[in-house]
């Protein structure tokens, strides 16, 4: 079995295959000041609650776009579940080719969402992240990550908004009924989901007419499924992009 780890700003997914099966997933909140036997117990008690034994894990593979957590989930990896992990970078081994300026900036969550974007859909094709930040990227019909943009996340639009304006406050995520908002929580809604429905779509005609033909737009980030409802451009909502790419990568590194 393989445990797959993607750390992020916000939140860290695991997720546990069995070959090509996903047999269980879970959610943490991204912490800097928790310490590698913190996430160890915690994980180790997650992995277990699924019904998977610590020892049937046989491969690790992480992505982590924090520097302060990625020696911490090293250590997680081989004192928890006795193994090295397969640390995703630029200098990993690729389906895709990193077409850009400076490759060795690209994120590990860029390159896995590349990755199993072009595995699974082909191209032309279009990732969206819907996370911290919403992140666009953009792969070739020939397999070559070309770069993309990053836009603000809802998330953090929301808090800054919150924080700054006296009279508005934190308000659940959701589509409202009408883009017309009635009420103080309504109007931001309209905003936010709206707004970043409107953002996907500026961008995707941008970015479409650069690469050419007509690529797939696959979402994917905990707030994707509330976006997608409100725009005709997002083809795909596949929530395990990034666990599933972990998985491909580690098969591809061990061929």
């Not at 070559?144 to 943009?149: E, H, L, N």
């Not at 996340?153 to 009408?178: D, K």
């Not at 409802?229 to 591809?252: C, F, Q």
């Amino acid at each position: 079995m393989l445990l797959a780890l993607d750390v992020s700003n916000t939140t860290i997914k695991s997720g546990v295959f069995d070959g090509d099966r996903l047999v269980a997933h879970h959610r943490l909140a991204s912490d800097r000041a928790r310490t590698a036997d913190e996430y160890g117990l915690m994980l180790s008690g997650l992995v277990a609650e699924s019904g998977v034994e610590r020892g049937a894990i046989a491969g690790v593979s992480l992505s982590c776009v924090v520097p302060q957590l990625r020696g911490v989930f090293v250590e997680v990896a081989r004192r928890y579940f006795r193994l090295d992990p397969l640390v995703i970078s630029p200098e990993s081994r690729l389906g895709v080719e990193l077409a850009v300026d400076h490759p060795r900036e690209v994120g590990a969550d860029r390159i896995v969402n590349a990755h199993a974007t072009w595995a699974t859909y082909g191209g032309p094709s279009i990732a969206i992240a819907f996370g911290t930040a919403t992140v666009f990227d953009c792969i070739t019909d020939d397999g070559r990550y070309v770069g993309g943009a990053i836009a603000p996340g809802m998330v953090t639009s929301l808090e800054s908004l919150a924080h700054r304006a006296a009279q508005l406050f934190q308000i659940e995520l959701v589509a409202p009924p009408r883009a017309i908002g009635t009420s103080t929580v309504t109007t931001m809604q309209s905003g936010l989901v709206y707004g970043f429905a409107g953002l996907v779509e500026g961008l995707v005609a941008r970015l479409s007419a650069e690469l050419g033909g007509r690529p797939r737009v696959v979402a994917t980030g905990g707030l994707a499924e509330v976006v997608a409802p409100a725009t005709k451009v997002i083809d795909v909502v596949d929530p395990h992009l990034t666990l599933r790419g972990l998985r491909l990568l580690h098969e591809l590194a061990r061929a």
